[in-house]
Each structure stands twice: as C-alpha cells, then as structure tokens.
Nanobody, 124 residues
Framework: QVQLVESGGGLVQAGGSLRLSCAAS????????MGWFRQAPGKEREFVAG????????SYADSVKGRFTISRDNAENTVYLQMNSLKPEDTGVYYC?????????????????WGQGTQVTVSS
C-alpha cells in the first residue's frame, strides 16, 4: 500500500512558476514509476509527466514539454514537478500517481495509487 500526498499548489500569474511535491509513504517508493496528471473543470484527467521507477527515463505531454520538469528523490520518498512559464490553460487539480515496476505510461488505469490532488490556478 502506498499513500500519496501532494502539496505546492496555489495561485500564480501567467509566466510564473510553481513546484509541486508528492510525498509517498512506505519503504518501496523506489520500485514505483510516478506520474503527474491534471484535471481542468469539465475535462478528463490527463497525463502531464512521468518518471520511471529506476529514474533516468521521463516522459512529458506535448503541452508542457520544455516548461515542466519531473524529478524524484528516492531517499526522501518524494517526486517533484517544477512548472515554469505557466499558462492559464495549466489551471487544474494536479494529482500524483504510482505504478509498481512499470515503464512510464500516459494511461490512468496503469497507475495503482493516487493522491488527493492539489489545485493550481494560473491567472492571465
């Protein structure tokens, strides 16, 4: 069982930056591929970024490539999402998710555990 708790969301102006964190419980964090997803009002939850359980392999949605960076610290059981050059269309609830021993996937059902989400609002 893995419990995930996101933090770092908030209100920011367009062009600004935020850093999201996702703290995981348990001693096997390093065995989980981690993903960030987001959900805007009235839209489906979509993949944002992912990092493989072994590290070194990442994947990004085209809409955030070059602006967002995912990283992980296995010693701290934490995954991060650095978000720069934020746009109003980045607004939504951001969720982190965990998938045991898998390659990074953009498919929600591949992830076994989910956090409660953190709100990101980008004003124009």
């Amino acid at each position: 069982q893995v419990q995930l708790v996101e933090s770092g969301g908030g209100l920011v102006q367009a062009g600004g930056s935020l850093r999201l964190s996702c703290a995981a419980s348990g001693r096997t964090f390093s065995r989980y591929t981690m993903g960030w997803f987001r959900q805007a009002p009235g839209k489906e939850r979509e993949f944002v970024a992912g990092i493989r359980w072994s590290g070194g392999s990442t994947s990004y949605a085209d809409s955030v490539k070059g602006r967002f960076t995912i990283s992980r610290d296995n010693a701290e059981n934490t995954v991060y999402l650095q978000m720069n050059s934020l746009k109003p269309e980045d607004t939504g609830v951001y969720y982190c998710a965990a998938a045991r021993f898998q390659d990074v996937s953009r498919i929600r059902s591949r992830y076994e555990y989910w956090g409660q989400g953190t709100q990101v609002t980008v004003s124009s």
